[in-house]
């Protein structure tokens, strides 16, 4: 039985996903570890000459890109012989490189304290400077006014924790999934992400959940991991700009209202779409002008599919939380 589970949820990775697996095979332990790869129909060579691991290791290949969130739910629950068995589960994005120690230390962390039910690593910038990775979890009114730049005016907070330096353990609403570290009956009872989110916006809302349960979420600084952001996602400019802005309006209608929902998609083309715009404009960048305005068509397109999906699929009111969140307020 393996001591730790990893699923890598791997769209045209290339030599990030093999990097990010040599690091897995240099960690402490790491013939306990068992590693799955969902691959979302990748077009490069991303697949090959992957480095061997001394664990368990198993490819699954999906036909099409299936999303982050719902990804991760099969690496998950497809379980095999060697998998299922571990007391927790790694999310890690294949543009991570976790440091030798980071899994054992993680682990040790999560399994601890009963009262806790995620933590996430330090995360690194290329340079070795600390990334600000933790994030508050998303207020409406909050939410709303970032679509309109006013956390640069300091009249609303920023999403992440900027003040905050990581360099010390504590509670926080939310760890980024670049390296999220679940116990596996927390994440089965959550029933894992919500498939919903095809990317983006599924780690917040699964920590959110995770407070909701009374389990707590932590920043460790001990454990570290080099990450280069949006190391997959960079070379599609308007498909990430759109899934953005839509799982921000779907995590505001799941967790908010409707009506906060569409406050947030009136406020992508009223604010947010037409600020980045106004940015390309000044760099005068033809290209990035049109890769706002194809991610604003493809917005659009989706709006009613969105609408019709929160009327179906409205939140269940959960019971109040045993604990606080550290920002719940923010």
Request: charged share 20%; proline share 6%; with cysteine.
């Amino acid at each position: 039985m393996a001591d730790l589970d990893v699923v890598i949820v791997n769209w045209n990775g290339g030599d990030l996903l093999r990097q990010c697996l040599a690091a897995l095979a240099c960690a402490e332990g790491a013939e306990r570890i068992a590693v799955t790869v969902v691959d979302n129909a990748s077009s490069d060579r991303s697949l090959e000459g992957l480095p061997a691991l001394p664990g368990p290791f198993r490819l699954i290949r999906n036909g099409e890109n299936r999303g982050f969130g719902r990804a991760c739910n099969q690496g998950a629950f497809d379980v095999g012989d060697a998998w299922g068995e571990a007391p927790a589960i790694l999310f890690l994005n294949p543009d991570a490189q976790v440091a030798p120690d980071a899994p054992v230390r993680a682990l040790a962390a999560l399994l601890a304290d009963p009262g806790t039910g995620i933590v996430g690593a330090r995360l690194l910038e290329a340079d070795g400077t600390t990334a600000r990775s933790c994030a508050r979890a998303p207020a409406p009114g909050a939410m709303l006014g970032r679509a309109f730049a006013l956390d640069r005016l300091r009249l609303v907070p920023p999403h992440f924790l900027r003040e905050f330096d990581h360099g010390t353990d504590r509670e926080v609403d939310q760890v980024m999934g670049a390296f999220l570290m679940i116990r596996r009956d927390l994440f089965a009872a959550l029933g894992g992400f919500d498939e919903r989110f095809f990317v983006y916006y599924e780690d917040v809302d699964l920590c959110r959940r995770a407070w909701d349960t009374g389990r707590s979420v932590r920043h460790l600084a001990g454990p570290t991991a080099r990450h280069l952001g949006q190391g997959t996602t960079r070379q599609a400019k308007a498909h990430r700009l759109f899934y953005i802005l839509r799982s921000e309006i779907l995590y505001a209608g799941k967790h908010h209202g409707r009506a906060w929902a569409l406050a947030l998609a009136a406020a992508a083309f009223c604010g947010q779409i037409p600020l980045r715009l106004a940015q390309a404009g000044a760099r005068r960048s033809g290209a990035e002008a049109r890769e706002v305005l194809r991610a604003a068509r493809l917005l659009a397109a989706a709006l009613p599919a969105i609408r019709a999906d929160l009327r179906s699929n409205p939140l269940p009111s959960p019971a109040a939380p045993a604990r606080p969140r550290p920002g719940a307020s923010a």
